[in-house]
């Protein structure tokens, strides 16, 4: 079965520029995480849909990051303006339901995202 | 503040030896524990720990988790240069709404020759 998708897998932009990631979860997975992962960190949860609607963005810093996951499958991560801090590998991931016992999340190969 | 620690954050072994890692938990509403191991890609699923005591095992790898003493370690027998990876535990939550898992820092393994 073909994984998660994350599309571009490398980008540099200066501060205060704009990027955008794009993701394509397992095919029939329902529920759609996006992770931050700091360099010798781990993954943070940025936000989780479940189909098109948002369960958890308590960790999303509003202000400059937005996601969306319209149609309930492929799912957009955008944030502007860019700041240094935001340097990281953004993890898409995916689960059949929401994650609870017996539903294991699978990550795509992330997007490493550099700020300059 | 649900906390996962892990340790240690780093060791080097040589080829052949058996490492133990860590992984302790502060946190609300459990529900599970996970391990991933991480090379220069996406983090790929080793094991899912529901329950206390019981052991699973894949190959040279095996974990456990206590609930009482709120801990999992992960072990590797026979460590092999492809094992070199940083090791992710991770514990899955109910937050009321959603389900989420909350990662440690990972501890990173590396296996010389």
């Known amino acids: 079965e073909a994984g998660v998708a994350q599309s571009p897998r490398y980008k540099i932009i200066e501060k205060r520029q704009s990027v955008a990631f794009w993701c394509n979860p397992i095919?029939?997975?329902?529920?759609l995480y996006w992770y931050q992962q700091i360099l010798g960190q781990g993954p943070k949860l940025l936000i989780q849909?479940?189909?098109?609607?948002?369960?958890?963005d308590s960790q999303l810093p509003k202000d400059r990051f937005s996601a969306e996951r319209l149609k309930g499958v492929d799912s957009t991560l955008k944030i502007q303006p860019a700041k240094l801090e935001d340097s990281a590998v953004y993890l898409c991931?995916?689960?059949?339901?929401?994650?609870?016992?017996?539903?294991?999340?699978?990550f795509g190969e992330g997007s490493w995202l550099t700020v300059v | 503040e649900d906390k996962v620690v892990q340790s240690p954050l780093s060791l080097v072994v040589h080829e052949g030896d058996t490492v133990t890692l860590n992984c302790s938990y502060e946190?609300?509403?459990?529900?599970?524990l996970l391990w991933y191991k991480q090379e220069k890609k996406a983090p790929t699923f080793l094991f899912m720990l529901?329950?206390?005591?019981i052991e699973k095992k894949s190959g040279r790898l095996s974990s456990i988790l206590d609930k009482k003493e709120l801990f999992s370690i992960l072990n590797i027998t026979a460590t092999q240069t492809g094992d070199s990876a940083v090791y992710l535990c991770?514990?899955?939550?109910?937050?009321?709404?959603?389900?989420?898992?909350?990662f440690g820092t990972g501890t990173r393994l590396q296996v010389t020759l």
């Open positions: 529901t329950s206390s005591g």
């Open positions: 946190v609300t509403n459990f529900r599970s």
């Open positions: 095919s029939g997975h329902a529920t």
């Open positions: 849909f479940q189909n098109n609607g948002v369960v958890d």
């Open positions: 991931a995916s689960s059949f339901r929401q994650f609870n016992t017996g539903n294991t999340i699978y």
């Open positions: 991770a514990v899955g939550l109910n937050t009321g709404t959603a389900s989420k898992l909350t």
